[in-house]
C-alpha cells in the first residue's frame, strides 16, 4: 500500500512533480511493482488528480472515502475488509526504495510465530551533526534488540556525553504491519507524544505496540521539499 496525499504541508503537489519522466508516485508505484514481492500494490489517495494518474498509467489505486490524519489511517481504511495478513506501506514520496531492504523487512515476520512483533520498519545509520540535528528527519532509538524505544525530530540520544559509542538512526518511512496492529491504530486515538511530534508511529509506542526496527545501509531519498527534488532527480540519472 502506498498513501498518497496531494496535499502535502511543505511541499504541495509534490508526488505529481516530474522524476525522469514520468511524476514522483507513478515511480513509487512501477518500483513497488517491479520487485515482484507482493501479491498486489495500491496506491491509496484522498486525490482524483493521484488517482487517476496510476490508473490512466495501466496501476491500480483506491480513493480514500474519508479525511485522514496520516498514511496509516489512510492504509487501514483500505485493507479493513480486505483477506491479508502483513501489510507493507511504501511512502508515495520514497521512490528509490529498493529490494533488499523490502525483504529483510518482511523476513523480520518470518521467525515470529508467537507474533511479538506488531510492525516492523527501517532504519539507517546517520552520523552527519547537520542531519542528526535537522527537524525534518525522523530519528529513532532502539533496545539491545532493536525494538524501538522512541522516535523523535530532536537529536536522540542527547549527546551529553559523547565519548560512548551512541549510534545515532534515521527511520525510514517504510513499515511492515500485521494487520491487527494497523486496525487497532485506526481506531485508537491521537495521544499527545504522536500530536506534539507529528511523527504516526509513535502512537503504536503509546499504545504497548512492538516495533522492530531493521537496520539498512540503503539511504532512501524522501521528497519532501523543493531541494529533495532537485537532489532525487541528479540520483535518478
Known amino acids: 500500500m502506498i498513501p498518497a496525499r496531494y496535499a502535502a504541508s511543505r511541499f504541495p503537489g509534490k508526488l505529481m512533480q516530474e522524476l525522469g519522466g514520468k511524476t514522483v508516485i507513478r515511480n513509487t508505484y512501477e518500483v513497488a511493482v517491479a520487485t515482484n514481492l507482493f501479491d498486489d500494490v495500491f496506491v491509496v489517495t484522498d486525490s482524483d488528480i493521484i ?15 474519508k479525511e485522514h490524519e496520516c498514511g496509516s489511517d489512510r492504509i487501514a481504511e483500505a485493507v479493513e475488509f480486505m483477506d491479508v495478513d502483513i501489510v507493507i ?59 524501538a524505544l522512541y522516535f523523535s525530530r530532536s537529536p536522540i540520544p542527547y549527546p551529553r556525553e559523547t565519548n560512548v559509542g551512541a ?30 511530534e507529528k511523527i504516526e508511529c509513535i502512537r503504536y509506542l503509546e499504545y504497548g505496540k512492538r516495533i522492530k526496527m531493521v537496520v539498512t545501509d540503503i539511504q532512501n531519498v524522501e521528497i519532501d521539499t523543493p531541494e529533495d527534488l532537485e537532489l532525487a532527480k541528479k540520483l535518478w540519472k
Open 167 to 196: 549510534k545515532y538512526y534515521k527511520h525510514q518511512g517504510v513499515y511492515a504491519f500485521r494487520k491487527e496492529a494497523l486496525l487497532d491504530f485506526y481506531r485508537l486515538p491521537m495521544l499527545p507524544l504522536e500530536a506534539s
Open 89 to 147: 506501506n511504501i511512502q508515495g514520496d520514497e521512490p528509490f526504495t529498493d529490494k533488499q531492504s523490502l525483504v529483510e523487512l518482511m523476513d523480520v515476520f518470518k521467525d515470529d510465530d508467537a507474533k511479538q512483533i506488531d510492525l516492523a520498519s527501517l532504519m539507517v545509520e546517520i552520523k552527519e551533526e547537520e542531519e542528526i540535528n535537522n527537524p525534518n528527519i525522523c530519528k529513532v532509538i532502539v533496545d539491545k534488540d532493536n525494538f
Open 51 to 65: 488517482y487517476n494518474e496510476i490508473v490512466d498509467n495501466g496501476g491500480k489505486a483506491i480513493m480514500s472515502k
